[in-house]
Nanobody, 125 residues
Framework: QVQLVESGGGLVQPGGSLRLSCAASGRTFSNYNMGWFRQAPGKEREFVTSISWSSKRTWYGDSVKGRFTISRDNAKNTVYLQMNSLKPEDTAIYYC??????????????????WGQGTQVTVSS
């Protein structure tokens, strides 16, 4: 069992930056693939980015490539999402997710077993 807690959301102006954190507790964090998803009102949950547990390879959704960066610090049991050049369309609840599958790329929410409660990100002037 893994417990995930997101933090760092808030209100930011277009073009600004935010860094989200996801703190994990429970089983060995370093053995979990980690992902970030988001869900805007009236829309389906969308894959944002993920990072594998062994090679720390990263993948990004097309809408955030070049603007967002995922990273992990296994010593701190934490995964981060650095968001730059934010746009109003980035407004959503952002969720951290984890799975203990083979190290690799997972972009489907059904492939994740553990979820945080979400943190709101609002991009508005």
């Amino acid at each position: 069992q893994v417990q995930l807690v997101e933090s760092g959301g808030g209100l930011v102006q277009p073009g600004g930056s935010l860094r989200l954190s996801c703190a994990a507790s429970g089983r060995t964090f370093s053995n979990y693939n980690m992902g970030w998803f988001r869900q805007a009102p009236g829309k389906e949950r969308e894959f944002v980015t993920s990072i594998s547990w062994s090679s720390k390879r990263t993948w990004y959704g097309d809408s955030v490539k070049g603007r967002f960066t995922i990273s992990r610090d296994n010593a701190k049991n934490t995964v981060y999402l650095q968001m730059n050049s934010l746009k109003p369309e980035d407004t959503a609840i952002y969720y951290c997710a984890a799975n203990a599958r083979a190290s690799g790329y997972y972009s489907n929410s059904d492939e994740y077993d553990y979820w945080g409660q979400g943190t709101q990100v609002t991009v508005s002037s």
